[in-house]
């Protein structure tokens, strides 16, 4: 059964950091690209990031360039997203995404992604 787990939210001071992860089961975890994508209260969900099968390849949205690194290992089926210099901004629900993309790069564009986790929730508040 194809799955996506997502944990590592809470509550977290403006400037602390998180780390969230995303834990894969039920497919070929390296023949797929991986996104990150949050949805603020009242907001359309917006893509934070992404990463390709092999991890060669990376992509950030604007908001969150400079302060967020995504990774991933394939030997534990996980993806993960560091997150440093939080923002009242980034508040919202994370979700992980896979995309069947072999190789080459990784788009943050939600309608490519055809499975989907739960979520995850980010606070930012002091």
């Known amino acids: 059964q194809f799955q996506l787990v997502e944990s590592g939210g809470g509550l977290v001071q403006p400037g602390g950091s998180l780390r969230l992860s995303c834990a894969a089961s039920g497919f070929i975890f390296h023949y797929y690209a991986i996104g990150w994508f949050r949805q603020a209260p009242g907001k359309e969900r917006e893509g934070v990031s992404c990463?390709?099968?092999?991890?060669?390849?990376?992509n950030y949205g604007d908001p969150v360039q400079g302060r967020f690194t995504i990774s991933r290992d394939n030997a534990k089926n996980t993806v993960y997203l560091q997150m440093n210099s939080l923002k009242p901004e980034d508040t919202g629900i994370y979700y992980c995404?896979?995309?069947?993309?072999?190789?080459?790069?990784?788009?943050?564009?939600?309608?490519?992604?055809?499975?989907w986790g739960q979520g995850t929730q980010v606070t930012v508040s002091s």
């Open positions: 990463i390709s099968s092999s991890g060669g390849s990376t």
């Open positions: 995404a896979a995309e069947l993309r072999i190789g080459g790069s990784c788009h943050i564009a939600e309608y490519e992604y055809a499975y």
